[in-house]
């Protein structure tokens, strides 16, 4: 009876401070806003950037080509293989 009451309580503080987290981090959003700041990632392109590649598109320039993608094939790592030193190697003999 005594756990639940305990856990009833730490239930309850957590609760609490939860909504203090999102009170402070709604207020400092705001006051950031209020500033002039706005959040998140920034654009990859300026605005005359956008608007040079949409009149280009539309003059039949073609879209260059993409880079090649950084994933590999099967999940594996695009780094080299680097073997490990004798030394370094597991007890039971594998590399």
């Known amino acids: ?4 009451l305990i856990f009833t309580v730490f239930a309850a503080i957590a609760k609490f401070q939860r909504q203090q987290i999102i009170k ?11 500033r002039g700041r706005i ?5 990859a392109l300026a605005p005359e950037q956008i ?3 949409r009149i ?13 993608s950084c994933a590999s094939p099967a999940g594996h790592s695009a780094a ?3 073997p490990r030193p004798a030394d370094a ?4 003999g594998d590399a």
Do not use: F, K, N, V
């Open 1 to 4: 009876m005594c756990g639940e």
């Open 24 to 34: 402070g981090t709604r207020e400092g959003l705001d006051a950031a806003r209020a």
């Open 39 to 43: 959040g998140g990632r920034p654009r």
């Open 51 to 53: 608007t040079d590649a």
């Open 56 to 68: 280009l598109l539309s003059a039949g320039q073609p879209e260059p080509p993409s880079p090649p």
């Open 80 to 82: 080299p293989s680097t």
């Open 89 to 92: 190697r597991r007890p039971d």
